[in-house]
């Protein structure tokens, strides 16, 4: 929170550690969660896009061998 007085601007200090800790936890807790989603995201697309092109590769009459 920043406070305006005479001087200009200055951060307020009064918050106790304990809030402080929370609120560090909960960004770093929150950015390791978006994190993981990102990665399980870039997972999927990175599965998805494999199976497009085995599918591709498996119908396409260029590999296709006669039986």
């Known amino acids: 929170m ?7 601007m ?11 800790a929370r609120g560090l936890d909960l960004h770093i807790r929150l950015t ?4 993981d ?3 399980a995201r870039i997972g999927r697309l ?3 896009r494999r199976q497009v092109e085995l599918r591709m590769w ?7 061998k006669p039986r």
């Open 58 to 64: 498996r119908t396409s009459p260029l590999f296709c």
């Open 46 to 48: 990175r599965r998805a």
């Open 10 to 20: 200055s951060a307020k200090t009064s918050y106790p550690l304990e809030d402080l």
């Open 2 to 8: 920043m406070m305006m007085g005479v001087g200009g």
């Open 32 to 35: 390791n969660e978006r994190i």
């Open 37 to 39: 989603d990102e990665l």
